[in-house]
């Protein structure tokens, strides 16, 4: 079973940054992929942005494409979301997961991902 710890969130304004951190145990980290998903009271959990297990090839939700960047640093099992010109929709909190499957294709649904953190909030004001 893998540990997920994320940390980094917080409150800021429009238009600011922050960036989020994950980091990982228990699990063959480096043979992952890695995600960041967000959810608001009410709402269903939503992608955000996706890592291969190479670090080679990333994906974004609509909703922080062109402003985010996610990373991994496999020597130190953690992956990194930094979101920029943040806006009050961003507004959620933030799950990092971990994907089923070792070496596996970057998908973006919850399904498959079958670990995830206990979540950082980010609360963005207006």
């Known amino acids: 079973q893998v540990q997920l710890v994320e940390s980094g969130g917080g409150l800021v304004q429009a238009g600011g940054s922050l960036r989020l951190s994950c980091t990982a145990s228990?699990?063959?980290?480096?043979?992952?992929?890695m995600g960041w998903f967000r959810q608001t009271p009410g709402k269903e959990r939503e992608f955000v942005a996706g890592i291969s297990w190479t670090g080679i090839s990333t994906k974004y939700g609509d909703s922080v494409a062109g402003r985010s960047t996610i990373s991994r640093d496999n020597a130190e099992s953690a992956v990194y979301l930094r979101i920029h010109s943040l806006k009050p929709e961003d507004t959620a909190k933030y799950y990092c997961a971990v994907q089923k499957r070792p070496f596996g294709d970057l998908w973006s649904t919850q399904s498959a991902f079958d670990s995830w953190g206990q979540g950082t909030q980010i609360t963005v004001s207006s």
């Open positions: 228990g699990r063959a980290f480096t043979s992952y992929v």
